[in-house]
């Protein structure tokens, strides 16, 4: 369950990511611009991959370290990337798909929040309770 939940918050991701893209590609690419605005629009995609994609892959690769490799520590890459999911999806995103009116942006953005609620309770309890019983020494 909390990797499918960090496969949907990547995928999800992936999507705004996409998306923010688009809007930006409508922003900067116009008929004669100079070299300048390209540049704009290559660092403004830059900088959107990283606060939109990378709190995924953190979720993504400490859920499968935590569920797949049982190792407790990578709760904190989980926590780390879900708890970035928040201003960066929460703020720069609701606020980019409110200011265009776009609702299905707006669901995403639910949903993300939702499903990022969801993991940190999840992989908390991963941490803690479903750890591997060691074996005791008979002797």
Known sequence: MQLVSATVIFGLGLWIWFQSSL?????YWKPGNTGMALLSLALAVFIMSIVFV???????????????????????????GAVSVFP????????????????????IVYTDLLVVTFIIGVSI????????????RTS
Do not use: H
């Not at 979720?59 to 990578?74: D, F």
């Not at 703020?91 to 942006?105: L, R, S």
């Open 54 to 80: 990378v709190p995924g892959v953190l979720v993504l690769v400490g859920s499968y370290l935590q569920i797949a490799r049982r190792e407790r520590w990578a709760l904190a890459l989980v926590l780390v």
């Open 125 to 136: 309890v991963n941490a803690f309770v479903n750890q591997p019983k060691f074996a005791t």
């Open 23 to 27: 809007i930006n590609l409508t922003i």
């Open 88 to 107: 960066c999806v929460g703020y720069i995103a609701y606020f980019m798909f409110g200011y265009t009116a776009d609702t299905n942006g707006l669901y």
